[in-house]
C-alpha cells in the first residue's frame, strides 16, 4: 500500500474513532446493517415523529414489501406449474442442458409439541425465547 493510502486511512479511522467512537455519536449519512439496527435496544412504549420529508421513503418500503409478497404468490403458483411438468418423475431436462430436479430431502428434527405434550418438564428445561424486532405498517384509524 501507498504511503498515500496509509495516511489517508489513518487520518479516517481516527477521525472516525474522535469523532464517532469517543462522542458515542453515530456516523452521518450511513444506514447500518440490519442486523446492526435489529441489536439497537429500542425504549419501550416510545414514539418518535417521523418527518414529512421520508414519508415517501416508508411509502416506497411499504410498496416493495407489498410487490415482493405479490411475487411470492407469484412464484409459488409457478413453482406448482413446474413440478407438474415433470409428472412421476424426479427430474426433467430442459433442452439446454440444464436439468429440473425435484427429489425427497430429509430434515431431523424435535417434535416439539409431541414433546411438550409427552414430557413438558423437559420441554420447559431445553425451551428458549427469542426476542425480535418486526417492521409493519399500521393503518391510519
Known sequence: MSKKIEEIVCTEAASFWYNCVQKDTPPENVIPAEAVMKRIRREPETIVDIPPECVPLV????????????????????????????????AGDLPDGRQLIYM????????????TAEKPEIAAEYLNTTTFPKLYLKKAK
Request: charge should be positive; charged fraction near 40%; aromatic fraction near 4%.
Open 59 to 90: 411509502e416506497q418500503w411499504d410498496e416493495l414489501r407489498t410487490a415482493r409478497l405479490l411475487a411470492e404468490k407469484v412464484e409459488k403458483k409457478a413453482k406448482g406449474e413446474v413440478i407438474n411438468l415433470l409428472g412421476v418423475s424426479e
Open 104 to 115: 425427497p430431502q430429509s430434515k431431523r428434527y424435535i417434535d416439539s409439541k409431541r414433546l
